[in-house]
């Protein structure tokens, strides 16, 4: 079966410092996806940045950057310069197939931000 | 990247009653994923809900308690039946939408009283 693991139920950061939120899955599969989601209190599931498996290049979207470990099958999340809107929960998420299958979410890492 | 109309986005509803949850999607969409977060908790898919065939549910979710329906390509409801308090978590749908990945609702609070 098809897993996700975050270690991290709660995490903080300063202001402007740089935190990284960890993330491991688990399948049998060599071609997926990761992903990983943000949902702030008005609960809106907002997609922070993704990762194609065959892919080697860690994907980055501005502030936010992925360490993609495929042989680890780890997909940590660094935030750097962080910003009070960063204040969430973050989900780390596995697809086995791109747009045709389920979202495997893992348990979550509420993230505070703090001045 | 689609966007999604989810109605109610909350609702207090007496135990042994029933609630649906409605999702309109502005473009059309083969699949559409239903997801229960209690609360405090992660995302647990009930069904997936293809467009001409029955829903596809998890294991722990059955039809009776949370039937599904799909009329077209861009709506779908999903009823929570003779609803209980442990029933009272956030509901959300879901559609693959390419590139984006996959766009969620804006979620459906629901407390059971």
């Known amino acids: 079966a098809q897993t996700v693991t975050q270690s991290q139920p709660e995490m903080s950061v300063q202001e402007a410092e740089t935190v990284t939120l960890s993330c491991t899955y688990d399948?049998?599969?060599?071609?997926?996806?990761l992903f990983w989601y943000k949902q702030p209190p008005s609960r809106q599931m907002i997609l922070v940045i993704r990762q194609e498996a065959y892919k080697q290049q860690n994907a980055t979207e501005n502030r936010f950057s992925v360490n993609f470990q495929k042989a680890a099958k780890s997909f940590s999340l660094k935030i750097s310069d962080s910003q009070l809107g960063d204040t969430a929960m973050y989900f780390c998420a596995f697809a086995p197939t791109y747009n045709t299958d389920k979202l495997i979410f893992g348990t979550g890492t509420r993230l505070q931000v703090f001045p | 990247s689609a966007v999604i109309s989810q109605k109610p986005s909350r609702d207090i509803c007496q135990r042994g009653t029933s609630l649906t949850i409605q999702c309109q999607v502005d473009?059309?969409?083969?699949?559409m994923f239903w997801y229960r977060q209690q609360p405090g908790q992660s995302l647990t898919l009930i069904a997936t809900a293809n467009q001409g065939s029955e829903a596809t549910y998890e294991s722990g979710f059955v039809i009776d308690k949370f039937p599904i329906s799909r009329p077209n390509l861009t709506f779908s409801t999903l009823t929570v039946s003779n609803m209980s308090p442990e029933d009272s978590s956030i509901y959300l749908c879901s559609v693959p939408t390419g590139l984006d990945g996959y766009t969620f609702g804006s979620g459906t609070r629901l407390t059971v009283v």
């Open positions: 399948t049998s599969e060599n071609n997926y996806y």
């Open positions: 473009s059309q969409v083969t699949m």
